[in-house]
């Protein structure tokens, strides 16, 4: 996901973080543009501020996305085109993964 | 990482999380030993809750450790063979981070 490989430049906290930790199984069947395309989709968002993502030759992954309040981020997990997405990385792409939705309290840098 | 290379088997929220982005100098001086040492030295960390790491290709990593409390958290910065690799990290290994300390306050799996 070039599209999200770099730091995040967010304001001062407080906001929120949504860390998504994924094993993907064997195989793209599709994931690589659907990634790319959820992380364009994310960045239209209303609250959303920024988005970090990684994915180690192993097949884990984390995605931290960066959002200005929870309604947005229930917002974006309703999304129409993010659900399907939600759907096939749970029948297809996803071998395992866990969501967790926390509130940044602060933040330091080099 | 490979003794942080799966999902975190973290209880019910809500604890802590330390998001740490990072985007490594190239070559290796040191680090790959450090990262596996600092991840065996936080495990023995009282809080201590789990760890995922991952790092990219390009160089991008995200590192998210878990704790049970933010006194745990302090606890561990301070930890006097941390502050080592702090500071050859600051000095040496990364060309730029992010540190952010967020309360989890939610979580679902697949």
Redesign the interface.
Known sequence: MTSA????E?PS?PYY?V?F???RTEGDRGYEHMADRMVELARQQPGFLGV???????G???T?SYWASKEAIVAWKRNAEHQTAQCAG?RSW?A???????????????
């Open positions: 490989s770099s730091l995040a967010t906290p973080a860390i930790t994924s094993q970090e993502s990684v994915r180690g030759a192993d884990l992954g984390i931290v749970q996803y395992d993964y866990l969501v967790r939705v926390a509130s940044v309290e602060r933040d330091y840098g080099k």
